[in-house]
């Protein structure tokens, strides 16, 4: 079965700083692979996702993630972080046509 | 465009009670729904999956006598916690997506609070 880690239960990071969000799969063919960010009193919001092709995947909000199949990682960046960029942000991988989520990571974003 | 509502965005129940949880597409027909639960500073879990005008499947040790699921329309799915008790409470999401069975293109509703006293 598919499985999801992400590290980092929660990071916090300065205005306009560079921010890394950590995620590992465990997934025996190719994987797709998703992340999501949660905003209070909002659904999740996809940011990106992997499916196949280039690894360095761009998504919306300036964010990008890049694929490394020898380290079953898709880690998530921004180089530049906005207070707005605040939340709840998951890594997914799909599998057995279904979504596994890891457990989050919330970012706090300071001044 | 893809906008998932759900209704009621919280609710507090009596022990014992039964709860119903609407979630609706707002511009697009969902050919098949999820059902998720989330637990404080955890992942969300699937519950089920339901495709219009089929029963729900159900995930492994999921009751589905207590957690009634119907998708009924192609913009509507409800979510019945039946007998409701201090242990279902929790963060109930629902996603919905446009092609059957597509897991892969799901939009996410915003949650519904669920606290049983």
């Known amino acids: 079965a598919q499985s999801v880690t992400q590290p980092d239960i929660h990071i916090t990071v300065s205005e306009g700083a560079s921010l890394e969000l950590r995620c590992n799969y465990s997934?025996?063919?190719?994987?797709?692979l998703f992340w999501y960010v949660q905003s209070p009193g909002q659904g999740l919001q996809l940011l990106l996702k992997?499916?196949?092709?280039?690894?360095l995947v761009q998504g919306i909000k300036g964010f990008e993630a890049e694929f490394k199949r020898s380290q079953s990682s898709f880690n998530l960046r921004k180089p530049s972080v906005h207070w707005s960029d605040a939340a709840e942000y998951f890594c997914?991988?799909?599998?057995?046509?279904?979504?596994?989520f890891g457990a989050g990571t919330t970012v706090t974003v300071r001044a | 465009g893809a906008v998932v509502s759900q209704h009621p965005s919280w609710v507090i129940c009596k022990s014992g009670t039964s709860v119903k949880i609407e979630c609706r597409s707002l511009?697009?027909?969902?050919?098949?729904m999820f059902w998720y639960r989330q637990f404080p500073k955890q992942s969300l879990m699937l519950m089920a999956t339901?495709?219009?005008?089929?029963?729900?499947?159900?995930e492994q040790g999921v009751e589905k006598d207590k957690f009634l699921i119907n998708h009924a329309s192609l913009t509507l799915s409800t979510l019945t916690v039946t007998s409701a008790h201090p242990e279902d409470s929790s963060f109930y999401i629902c996603?919905?997506?446009?092609?059957?069975?597509?897991?892969?293109?799901?939009?996410f509703g915003p949650g519904t609070r669920l606290t049983v006293t």
């Open positions: 997934y025996g063919a190719t994987p797709y």
């Open positions: 339901s495709n219009e005008g089929s029963k729900a499947t159900y």
């Open positions: 997914a991988v799909l599998g057995d046509y279904k979504l596994s």
């Open positions: 511009d697009f027909q969902a050919t098949t």
């Open positions: 992997y499916f196949s092709g280039d690894t």
């Open positions: 996603s919905a997506s446009p092609a059957q069975g597509a897991s892969y293109e799901q939009y």
